[in-house]
Nanobody, 120 residues
Framework: QVQLVESGGGLVQAGGSLRLSCAAS????????MGWYRQAPGKQRELVATITSGGSINYADSVKGRFTISRDNGKQTVYLQMNSLKPEDTALYYC??????????????WGQGTQVTVSS
C-alpha cells in the first residue's frame, strides 16, 4: 500500500523558514511527479509547487522566489524549503504524488497533511 508521510510543519514567526519533507513508500514502480498543495481555513486547496521526475518545476505565483521544491528520487522524497514566510502562508500543507503502483497502476496519492502556522 502506497503511503505519503509528511513532516516538518510547525509554528514560525513571519519572515522565518520551515522545511517540509514527504517520503513515499510502498509498492511503487515509478513516480511521475510529486508536489505540495495547501488549504487554508475556508478556502479551496491550491497548488504550491510540483516537480516531475525529470526535474521540471512549477510554482504558484504567490510563493515564487520564497519557496523551493526539490526531490531525491533515490529516497522517493520531496522537500519544500519555505523562506520569508508570511501569515497568509498559514495552511494545512499536503504532499501529493502521481505514481505507478505495482498493483493499482497509475494513480494520485495524498498525504495526511502537515500544519504550517505563521504568526505576525
Amino acid at each position: 500500500q502506497v503511503q505519503l508521510v509528511e513532516s516538518g510543519g510547525g509554528l514560525v514567526q513571519a519572515g522565518g523558514s520551515l522545511r517540509l519533507s514527504c517520503a513515499a513508500s510502498g509498492s511503487i514502480v515509478a513516480i511521475n511527479f510529486m508536489g505540495w498543495y495547501r488549504q487554508a481555513p475556508g478556502k479551496q486547496r491550491e497548488l504550491v509547487a510540483t516537480i516531475t521526475s525529470g526535474g521540471s518545476i512549477n510554482y504558484a505565483d504567490s510563493v515564487k522566489g520564497r519557496f523551493t521544491i526539490s526531490r531525491d528520487n533515490g529516497k522517493q522524497t520531496v522537500y519544500l524549503q519555505m523562506n520569508s514566510l508570511k501569515p497568509e502562508d498559514t495552511a494545512l500543507y499536503y504532499c501529493a504524488a502521481n505514481l505507478i503502483d505495482l498493483r493499482r497502476g497509475r494513480d494520485d496519492y495524498w498525504g495526511q497533511g502537515t500544519q504550517v502556522t505563521v504568526s505576525s
